[in-house]
């Protein structure tokens, strides 16, 4: 599903040049769950902003699905986002003006789905994650652990083929942050390919393999052994 | 996704209330004052639509020249008439001839009125298209007929049919109503022209007018002209130019030309100067319509610059509707969607406060304008608007918003660039340099006002009343009602003038004088008044000496004025002879007797014209002037005049008018154009602060920390307030400026205008300056002082 080759991404300021990756080569196939890990500012979060679109390398190649992204337009690669990829984030990112329902909806209104379609498939949803009783509430009237979910479902809605997750336990105590994972892991095993950044040995251990980062270059890649370990 | 958008702009107005009033009510003033003067100004513009030939009536003007300075009119002499008739009348299609609109009192059983009305010749009603209620649209065809108005007919026969019945008009003649026609409305020409009468009833009973009958250079009279539809103003124009200069020598001199005066141009390009059309009223239309679009502005900049300033509170929402699949034109969209839902509550409240503020809008500009529910071009133009400030107001956050990046906001290291701010600075510096140069233009229209108010008038306008003496029971009586008055003890002194003091109804020329250089064309406001004119205006005499009864040769005397001195060349003036220069005048020369000083009559703004004061042998005075008993109280005074009045004039209405009020009313265009300026001028300022208040509340929010901190490492409220003011303070210096020079240029020309007017003096600007720093420094130290005073641990927390 993801190809990177050679891929290097340099921030410049005024003064200096940051280089974040540096000639990273991936590989995810379809179905995977790739967990990312290394320490604060290796390039984990760019790396994922990357795959996930919302930025473009300095330099290498990057093939998503079959589609060579590195060098697309934005307005290009929000086309190419839409219903393929979707995103949790650590800090939920719902939008506040918005119930859940609302939020859930959103990616499917910018898919220009029919209203009945989407009702169906935002209740569907809401029922799976079990969040369905809050449908009307604000985020800011729901626990971390239910924003999260809010989130997921916001994530999965559209059915997409790669979900990237963004330390999602990060604001999470641990019985929320078990949860979130099984449901990534239920979703992975699904079909769904994940790639998740983060901090937390205990979460990289759901997925299949983890890719180690530091100063912006893959140091290890390893093989989980015991999925779903922590079930 | 139209719904999802208003959804989210809903709540996001409701969940920022301060933010939100600040918006929808600086762009609900700004509308408004938008609303109002659109409605002003498209009063002034349908200035006589009652009117369906509007584009094929004219006024015949005349330009004629003296001593190398043209003056316009629309004065024109009696014999223009049969020339026209005689041999141009296949350019016009209607042609009327007309005595100047003037004071009547018309009569019916006990009931008597002063209405006023022309002598207009039959086919004035079918020129004029006026709508006949009752009667024949011919009604002028029979020489002792009149037409109404419905109003009039109403106030003189109430429910009684008038068709038919008979008013004494003056107690001098009997007349039949012959039609009623509509009232005409309020802003169109003739909306004075309560009556019309026939034009050979004037001839037929003043024998002045019978005399003008070949009388070229009595400029008396006018003319009102209808062209066919085959051809143009111009055209006509170019063919009647000359009429008078081909037909008479005796006027030739002074170059008279001819020309027609469009009823299109009538209300607002009226003004000629040295012959040429130089504009009007127009010049205040553009003045209304620059300070509507400004004013607007100034709130469309409030909303700008308070959408950007909390960017970063919207930046998170637009980094997730990226990243979920929104393109940067859904997410303009979506701004747009926002600013116009903002825009229609704005007009909302803004046609709210329109419906409150009409009726004292229209006392103040003296308009009858109404609220245009029912007319669709308003509501379109009103969508317009509602479109065009969406855009305007909306387009730069939007654009703005939009272009955030979804890395940099959901990663949470967004911050605006170093420059982000600098458009809302910018945006802040044209707001005050508006205001400014608003501040500044309010004040020289004011002080011009003061200026020319204060101005030595040269005559004792206080206590001092005017009656008209139209009606011929006045005729012969001003010895007996003088001794009368005066009598009564609430006049002190009383004379007659053939003009209102405020007034010259007369201009002549063609006389000779010794000593009078070669080729000079004199032209004098002409009044003729009786001997107590000067003691009883309080003018002093400043050389020689007033009218006396005691000589029988001041019948033939005159008195000048200062100006009338120096422009005659005298430097003797007293026992100089002035003599009529046409052959057939019988009376012997007039002998100037005395110098008196001089009064302004015309224009406060203009200098004062020469003036000649002939004594009135034939007692044709138009006006008593009645100074009152200062010793008594106006109104007892007033009581007693009526009294004397009604006991000697028992059928005709006592009816007066306070010079000093009719002195006042030359001011009243101008003090019209000063208060809404005024008014105008403070809703600008307060729009700024408006959107200046929601700025700094937003930066005092966003330096919370910052404030936190320094308060925690020592410092004052003072050090704070100094903070967050002075970049404001700044950006306003900037703005005065700017707008100073800008003031200045603008107002210096509409100065121009004015022969007396005032210099601009420095502190007008310091003022203006200190006005907006003042202003300013209060609206910010508000939000500057809460911040700094706040308790520091508390501030710090909000991390």
Same mark, same amino acid.
């Not at chain 1, 891929?7 to 790739?34: I, P, Q």
């Not at chain 2, 032209?523 to 009218?547: C, H, M, N, Q």
């Not at chain 2, 007892?636 to 009020?661: C, M, T």
């Given at each position: 599903?993801?190809?990177?080759?050679?891929?290097?991404? @340099?921030?410049?300021?005024?003064?200096?040049?940051?280089?974040?990756?540096?000639?990273?080569?991936?590989?995810?196939?379809?179905?995977?769950?790739?967990?990312?890990?290394?320490? @604060?500012?290796?390039?984990?979060?760019?790396?994922?902003?990357?795959?996930?679109?919302?930025?473009?390398?300095?330099?290498?190649?990057?093939?998503?699905?079959?589609?060579?992204?590195?060098?697309?337009?934005?307005?290009?690669?929000?086309?190419?986002?839409?219903?393929?990829?979707?995103?949790?984030?650590?800090?939920?990112?719902?939008?506040?003006?918005?119930?859940?329902?609302?939020?859930?909806?959103?990616?499917?209104?910018?898919?220009?789905?029919?209203?009945?379609?989407?009702?169906?498939?935002?209740?569907?949803?809401?029922?799976?994650?079990?969040?369905?009783?809050?449908?009307?509430?604000?985020?800011?009237?729901?626990?971390?652990?239910?924003?999260?979910?809010?989130?997921?479902?916001?994530?999965?809605?559209?059915?997409?083929?790669?979900?990237?997750?963004?330390?999602?336990?990060?604001?999470?105590?641990?019985?929320?942050?078990?949860?979130?994972?099984?449901?990534?892991?239920?979703?992975?095993?699904?079909?769904?390919?994940?790639?998740?950044?983060?901090?937390?040995?205990?979460? @990289?251990?759901?997925?299949?393999?983890?890719?180690?980062?530091?100063?912006?270059?893959?140091?290890?890649?390893?093989?989980?052994?015991?999925?779903?370990?922590?079930? | 996704?139209?719904?999802?958008?208003?959804?989210?702009?809903?709540?996001?107005?409701?969940?920022?209330?301060?933010?939100?009033?600040?918006?929808?009510?600086?762009?609900?003033?700004?509308?408004?004052?938008?609303?109002?003067?659109?409605? %002003?100004?498209? &009063?002034?513009?349908?200035?006589?639509?009652?009117?369906?030939?509007?584009?094929?009536?004219?006024?015949?003007?005349?330009?004629?020249?003296?001593?190398?300075?043209?003056?316009?009119?629309?004065?024109?002499?009696?014999?223009?008439?049969?020339?026209?008739?005689?041999?141009?009348?296949?350019?016009?299609?209607?042609?009327?001839?007309?005595?100047?609109?003037?004071?009547?009192?018309?009569? $019916?059983?006990?009931?008597?009125?002063?209405?006023? =009305?022309?002598?207009?010749?039959?086919?004035?009603?079918?020129?004029?298209?006026?709508?006949?209620?009752?009667?024949?649209?011919?009604?002028?065809?029979?020489?002792?007929?009149?037409?109404?108005?419905?109003?009039?007919?109403?106030?003189?026969?109430?429910?009684?049919?008038?068709?038919?019945?008979?008013?004494?008009?003056?107690?001098?003649?009997?007349?039949?109503?012959?039609?009623?026609?509509?009232?005409?409305?309020?802003?169109?020409?003739?909306?004075?022209?309560?009556?019309?009468?026939? +034009?050979?009833?004037?001839?037929?009973?003043?024998?002045?007018?019978?005399?003008?009958?070949?009388?070229? =250079?009595?400029?008396?009279?006018?003319?009102?002209?209808?062209?066919?539809?085959?051809?143009?103003?111009? *055209?006509?124009?170019?063919?009647?130019?000359?009429?008078?200069? &081909?037909?008479?020598?005796?006027?030739?001199?002074?170059?008279?030309?001819?020309?027609?005066?469009?009823?299109?141009? %009538?209300?607002?390009?009226?003004?000629?100067?040295?012959?040429?059309?130089?504009?009007?009223?127009?010049?205040?239309?553009?003045?209304?319509?620059?300070?509507?679009?400004?004013?607007?502005?100034?709130?469309?900049?409030?909303?700008?610059?308070?959408?950007?300033? *909390?960017?970063?509170?919207?930046?998170?929402?637009?980094?997730?509707?990226?990243?979920?699949?929104?393109? *940067?034109?859904?997410?303009?969209?979506?701004?747009?969607?926002?600013?116009?839902?903002?825009?229609?509550?704005?007009?909302?409240?803004?046609?709210?406060?329109?419906?409150?503020?009409?009726?004292?809008?229209?006392?103040?500009?003296?308009?009858?304008?109404?609220?245009? %529910?029912?007319?669709?071009?308003?509501?379109?133009?009103?969508?317009?608007?509602?479109?065009?400030?969406?855009?305007?107001?909306?387009?730069?956050?939007?654009?703005?918003?939009?272009?955030?990046?979804?890395?940099?906001?959901?990663?949470?290291?967004?911050?605006?660039?170093?420059?982000?701010?600098?458009?809302?600075?910018?945006?802040?510096?044209?707001?005050?340099?508006?205001?400014?140069?608003?501040?500044?233009?309010?004040?020289?229209?004011?002080?011009?006002?003061?200026?020319?108010?204060?101005?030595?008038?040269?005559?004792?306008?206080?206590?001092?009343?005017?009656?008209?003496?139209?009606?011929?029971?006045?005729?012969?009586? $001003?010895?007996?009602?003088?001794?009368?008055?005066?009598?009564?003890?609430?006049?002190?002194?009383?004379?007659?003038?053939?003009?209102?003091?405020?007034?010259? +109804?007369?201009?002549?020329?063609?006389?000779? +004088?010794?000593?009078?250089?070669?080729?000079?064309?004199?032209?004098?406001? %002409?009044?003729?008044?009786?001997?107590?004119?000067?003691?009883?205006?309080?003018?002093?005499?400043?050389?020689?000496?007033?009218?006396?009864?005691?000589?029988?040769?001041?019948?033939?005397?005159?008195?000048?004025?200062?100006?009338?001195?120096?422009?005659?060349?005298?430097?003797?003036?007293?026992?100089?002879?002035?003599?009529?220069?046409?052959?057939?005048?019988? &009376?012997?020369?007039?002998?100037?007797?005395?110098?008196?000083?001089?009064?302004?009559?015309?224009?406060?703004?203009?200098?004062?014209?020469?003036?000649? !004061?002939?004594?009135?042998?034939? =007692?044709?005075?138009?006006?008593?002037?009645?100074?009152?008993?200062?010793?008594?109280?106006?109104?007892?005074?007033?009581?007693?005049?009526?009294?004397?009045?009604?006991?000697?004039?028992?059928?005709?209405?006592?009816?007066?008018?306070?010079?000093?009020?009719?002195?006042?009313?030359?001011?009243?265009?101008?003090? *019209?154009?000063?208060?809404?300026?005024?008014?105008?001028?403070?809703?600008?300022?307060?729009?700024?602060?408006? =959107?200046?208040?929601?700025?700094?509340?937003?930066?005092?929010?966003?330096?919370?920390?910052?404030?936190?901190?320094?308060?925690?490492?020592?410092?004052?409220?003072?050090?704070?307030?100094?903070?967050?003011?002075?970049?404001?303070?700044?950006?306003?210096?900037?703005?005065?400026?700017?707008?100073?020079?800008?003031?200045?240029?603008?107002?210096?020309?509409?100065?121009?205008?004015?022969? !007396?007017?005032?210099?601009?003096?420095?502190?007008?600007?310091?003022?203006?300056?200190?006005?907006?720093?003042?202003?300013?420094?209060?609206?910010?130290?508000?939000?500057?002082?809460?911040?700094?005073?706040?308790?520091?641990?508390?501030?710090?927390?909000?991390?």
């Amino acid at each position: 599903m993801i190809t990177i080759q050679n891929l290097k991404k @340099s921030f410049r300021t005024e003064e200096v040049e940051t280089l974040a990756l540096n000639s990273v080569n991936l590989k995810v196939e379809d179905g995977e769950f790739v967990a990312i890990m290394g320490p @604060s500012g290796c390039g984990k979060s760019t790396l994922l902003n990357i795959i996930g679109m919302l930025d473009n390398p300095t330099e290498g190649n990057y093939n998503f699905a079959g589609n060579e992204v590195s060098g697309l337009k934005e307005s290009q690669r929000t086309q190419l986002r839409k219903g393929n990829l979707g995103f949790v984030f650590q800090s939920f990112n719902l939008i506040d003006e918005l119930t859940v329902f609302e939020n859930v909806e959103l990616p499917l209104i910018y898919l220009k789905m029919n209203k009945s379609e989407r009702k169906q498939k935002v209740r569907a949803v809401l029922e799976r994650m079990k969040i369905a009783h809050r449908e009307k509430h604000f985020p800011q009237q729901l626990s971390g652990g239910q924003q999260q979910r809010v989130a997921i479902s916001r994530a999965v809605v559209t059915n997409p083929k790669l979900i990237l997750a963004d330390e999602p336990t990060g604001n999470l105590d641990s019985k929320n942050g078990i949860e979130v994972m099984n449901l990534l892991t239920e979703l992975n095993q699904e079909g769904t390919t994940i790639v998740m950044v983060t901090h937390s040995d205990r979460d @990289s251990h759901y997925a299949h393999r983890v890719i180690n980062l530091f100063d912006g270059q893959i140091v290890t890649e390893s093989q989980n052994r015991a999925i779903g370990a922590m079930v | 996704m139209l719904k999802n958008y208003f959804k989210i702009a809903w709540r996001n107005l409701l969940k920022n209330k301060v933010y939100s009033s600040i918006n929808i009510g600086g762009l609900a003033l700004g509308i408004a004052v938008t609303l109002i003067i659109s409605l %002003w100004i498209q &009063d002034e513009l349908t200035h006589n639509d009652y009117y369906q030939s509007k584009a094929t009536i004219a006024q015949i003007y005349q330009s004629q020249t003296f001593n190398n300075q043209t003056s316009t009119g629309p004065a024109i002499p009696r014999p223009l008439e049969k020339a026209l008739r005689d041999g141009y009348m296949d350019n016009f299609k209607h042609l009327v001839m007309s005595s100047w609109n003037n004071s009547q009192y018309l009569n $019916y059983k006990e009931i008597s009125i002063s209405k006023s =009305g022309n002598f207009m010749q039959a086919e004035a009603p079918e020129l004029l298209d006026l709508k006949i209620l009752k009667g024949e649209k011919d009604g002028l065809r029979e020489i002792n007929s009149i037409m109404l108005s419905e109003s009039i007919a109403e106030a003189l026969f109430g429910s009684e049919e008038p068709i038919g019945k008979i008013i004494k008009v003056n107690s001098e003649f009997d007349m039949m109503v012959t039609a009623v026609y509509e009232d005409i409305p309020f802003n169109n020409s003739f909306n004075d022209l309560e009556f019309i009468m026939p +034009w050979e009833k004037y001839i037929t009973t003043r024998e002045w007018v019978q005399n003008a009958i070949d009388s070229w =250079g009595n400029n008396s009279f006018q003319m009102f002209v209808q062209i066919p539809d085959n051809t143009t103003m111009e *055209r006509v124009t170019e063919t009647v130019r000359n009429v008078k200069k &081909d037909l008479n020598e005796d006027t030739a001199e002074f170059n008279p030309q001819l020309f027609l005066f469009p009823m299109e141009d %009538w209300y607002l390009r009226s003004n000629f100067e040295n012959g040429q059309q130089v504009g009007g009223r127009i010049k205040y239309v553009w003045l209304f319509a620059v300070i509507g679009i400004f004013v607007l502005l100034l709130a469309c900049i409030n909303f700008m610059n308070l959408s950007t300033a *909390r960017s970063e509170k919207r930046s998170k929402e637009v980094g997730i509707r990226k990243s979920i699949g929104s393109q *940067r034109r859904q997410l303009i969209n979506q701004f747009l969607s926002e600013s116009f839902l903002v825009v229609l509550f704005a007009f909302v409240i803004a046609v709210v406060i329109v419906l409150l503020s009409l009726s004292g809008f229209n006392d103040l500009a003296r308009k009858e304008i109404a609220f245009p %529910w029912s007319s669709i071009s308003f509501w379109g133009i009103s969508l317009g608007l509602i479109l065009f400030t969406a855009l305007l107001a909306g387009s730069y956050p939007a654009l703005y918003l939009s272009s955030f990046r979804p890395v940099d906001v959901l990663k949470g290291t967004f911050k605006a660039g170093k420059y982000a701010g600098t458009p809302r600075k910018i945006l802040v510096v044209v707001q005050f340099t508006v205001s400014v140069a608003f501040i500044i233009g309010t004040v020289v229209v004011m002080q011009q006002i003061n200026h020319a108010k204060n101005r030595p008038v040269g005559y004792n306008k206080e206590g001092l009343i005017q009656i008209p003496t139209f009606s011929d029971d006045f005729t012969g009586k $001003y010895e007996l009602m003088r001794s009368e008055f005066i009598g009564s003890n609430a006049v002190v002194e009383m004379s007659t003038s053939s003009s209102p003091t405020t007034e010259v +109804w007369s201009n002549r020329g063609g006389y000779s +004088w010794e000593g009078k250089p070669e080729g000079f064309q004199e032209d004098f406001a %002409w009044t003729t008044v009786s001997p107590e004119y000067a003691k009883s205006l309080g003018l002093k005499i400043i050389a020689g000496r007033d009218f006396s009864r005691e000589f029988a040769s001041d019948s033939s005397a005159v008195l000048i004025n200062e100006t009338a001195l120096k422009y005659m060349g005298l430097t003797n003036p007293i026992g100089t002879l002035i003599k009529d220069d046409s052959e057939e005048d019988p &009376d012997p020369p007039l002998k100037i007797i005395g110098v008196v000083q001089d009064m302004i009559v015309q224009s406060p703004y203009e200098p004062i014209k020469q003036g000649v !004061y002939e004594f009135d042998k034939y =007692g044709l005075g138009s006006y008593y002037n009645l100074r009152l008993n200062p010793k008594q109280s106006v109104g007892q005074n007033l009581a007693i005049v009526e009294r004397v009045f009604k006991d000697h004039f028992p059928s005709i209405p006592f009816q007066y008018d306070f010079v000093d009020e009719q002195y006042g009313a030359k001011f009243a265009s101008e003090e *019209r154009v000063g208060n809404l300026s005024g008014i105008f001028t403070a809703l600008a300022i307060l729009i700024s602060c408006l =959107g200046l208040f929601g700025l700094t509340s937003f930066v005092a929010e966003q330096r919370t920390k910052e404030i936190g901190v320094r308060k925690v490492l020592g410092a004052s409220v003072f050090n704070v307030w100094n903070m967050l003011s002075k970049d404001f303070l700044k950006l306003i210096t900037i703005s005065c400026f700017i707008a100073v020079p800008i003031a200045y240029y603008v107002m210096n020309g509409w100065l121009q205008d004015y022969p !007396y007017h005032i210099i601009i003096s420095w502190w007008v600007f310091a003022l203006a300056m200190l006005g907006a720093m003042g202003v300013t420094a209060i609206t910010v130290s508000f939000q500057a002082i809460k911040a700094a005073r706040a308790n520091p641990i508390k501030s710090l927390r909000t991390e």
